[in-house]
């Protein structure tokens, strides 16, 4: 799942695949450190599944979200630690009790067709996005846009229809990507095949379901970068495929190692780990407008036969981070601590309980079809019948996992979030009734409520208590059930500088290079 950054599908989402951790006796290999960036040179990536569409209106997935931001490029960028910082724009002003933002733009900026990137640039693309007839997954958060105006050349005023503070980091995920305004019109509905931003990355070229190339833009506004002279992206679904690829020079870096596969890592001189951490979870979400799981009774009775923990010993030596009990992890300022009064902990008596009170409890789950995300499906219908919960695994290549998972074709279903720093960016898009991404079918005002609550308040001090209020409503309705924070651990050559460690593991390119 995914989509992006700050309100992020990316949180990008991505399909369920294996839980990492920062945890574990073995410490991550540091990348190495060079001292002057050095042009030159190509960049290949080992992905684990194929991306949407290059265009805002599609994006999903972090790896969707890697891809454009490399080529279109967002208003702001989230920094290591969730920190807002200027890239299209500069700045922005808050107004009228964050009901109303002046954005300033970076000046004699053009898209990559030569087009100039301003004001109007911005108006159009807020707007596309913002478009019903569009069907941008991102269009909830821009449901409150009232106005958008574009005030002179360089600057931008946007007036919500209720105060909104998460609004700025808005801009650093999907709905901040600009698209060439003329590219689009020219493209329509082609536009993602043939994508056209103000990125340090041109489009090349794309082999379908196999590998997209990128090529440096010279005239990107932050010269010298970018470093690198292409970049390619290859999906490689299998992890131990992924490694070997690494491993022989096919690929320099993988997004996403195995946390048994750290030593064998660290144990090559030519090879780098970097710990990433995670602001995003796995867990299995159940479709909650379809029977059976419609009953919130037979959502607790999953909930208390699951024990992440046992799990994370069988397959991951451990060193999965568990103990997380509502969408957010101990790297978010929203975290509100390893137990949520009312959510059903680990409880097998509790579980049999239950079921014996429903009679019968049996469906379907969703999983993508690699190894890890079988072998922890498996673990969980083991779990689920020492409870009496009978189980059928549902096997899915991961972009037919997403669609079903957008499209709320399930019963239940083992995804991810990638996450976000900006903890609004890990629930609105998900659980607020109406959303396009709202995948689990949950309608609940007392959640809207407080989503509505948490996005007027000004500080975190007063968010958080509404945060945490909304953790205890998800525990009472159980929309999902957490097993792992989204831990993430990437592997590359030596020699590969300059990407920050991001803990919703969107891959930066711009400054990258290698010595």
């Known amino acids: 799942m995914a989509f992006l950054g700050a309100v992020s599908l ?15 006796s073995t410490a991550p290999t540091a990348p190495a ?38 080529v279109l490029a967002p208003l702001f960028d989230l920094g290591p630690g969730g920190t ?14 964050d009901k109303a933002y002046v954005i300033t733009l970076r000046q004699n900026v053009t898209f990559q ?41 360089t600057t931008v005023t946007v007036t919500l229809t209720h105060p909104d503070s998460t609004f700025p980091s808005l801009l650093a995920n999907v709905p901040g990507m600009m698209a060439s305004p003329a ?53 490689i679904p299998d992890v131990s495929t992924r490694l070997a690829s690494l491993q022989s020079g096919a690929i320099q870096d993988d997004e996403d190692i195995l946390p048994t596969e750290i030593s064998t890592v660290q144990s090559a001189s030519n090879l780098q780990v970097q710990s990433l951490g995670g602001v995003g979870t796995y867990f299995v979400e159940f479709q909650t407008q379809r029977a059976p799981l419609n009953n919130v009774v037979a959502r607790q009775a999953i909930t208390y036969a699951t024990d992440p923990q046992v799990i994370d010993n069988a397959l991951f030596a451990g060193k999965a981070s568990t103990g997380i009990e509502s969408p957010w992890t101990p790297q978010s300022w929203a975290y509100p601590g390893p137990s949520v009064p009312g959510y059903p902990a680990y409880d097998l008596a509790k579980a049999k309980q239950l079921v014996q009170q429903l009679g019968v409890l049996s469906f379907t789950l969703s999983i993508r079809n690699d190894a890890t995300s079988v072998a922890v499906g498996q673990a969980l219908q083991s779990e689920w019948a020492a409870a009496g919960i009978k189980v059928q695994l549902n096997e ?75 953790a205890v409503q998800l525990a009472k309705d159980i929309p ?31 400054g990258a290079w290698l010595s």
């Open 10 to 24: 990316i949180a990008a989402a991505c399909g369920g695949s294996s839980p990492k951790s920062t945890t574990g």
């Open 33 to 70: 450190v060079a001292s002057m960036p050095k042009s030159g040179g190509s960049l290949s990536i080992g992905v684990e599944a194929v991306w949407h569409p290059i265009d805002p209106l599609d994006a999903t997935t972090f790896t969707d979200a890697d891809i454009s931001m490399a």
């Open 84 to 97: 807002l910082q200027p890239d299209l724009a500069t700045g922005y002003t808050a107004q009228d009790g």
């Open 113 to 153: 067709d030569g087009t100039p990137f301003d004001a109007q640039a911005v108006v159009f693309n807020l707007q596309r996005d913002a478009n019903p007839a569009n069907a941008c997954k991102c269009r909830v958060d821009l449901k409150d846009l009232a106005s958008v105006v574009a005030t002179d050349p």
């Open 183 to 235: 590219a689009v019109q020219q493209e329509g509905k082609g536009f993602g095949l043939h994508p056209v931003g103000a990125g340090p990355f041109k489009f090349v070229s794309e082999v379908a379901n196999s590998s997209v190339t990128l090529a440096k833009w010279p005239g990107y506004w932050n010269a010298p970068k970018p470093y690198l002279d292409s970049v390619t992206f290859k999906v």
């Open 396 to 470: 899915l290549q991961n972009l037919a996992l997403v669609q079903d998972s957008q499209t709320g074709k399930f019963q239940a279903m083992f995804y991810r979030l990638a996450g976000s720093y900006e903890p609004d960016g890990n629930v609105s898009l998900y659980f607020r009734s109406g959303s396009p991404q709202n995948s689990v079918g949950l309608s609940d005002p007392v959640v809207d409520q407080l989503l509505a609550q948490e996005r007027g308040a000004t500080t975190q001090a007063a968010r958080k208590p509404i945060l945490q209020s909304l």
């Open 480 to 510: 999902e059930d957490f097993l792992f924070a989204a831990d993430w651990w990437r592997a590359s050559v030596s020699n590969l500088h300059g990407v920050p460690n991001l803990a919703n593991n969107w891959m930066e390119l711009q």
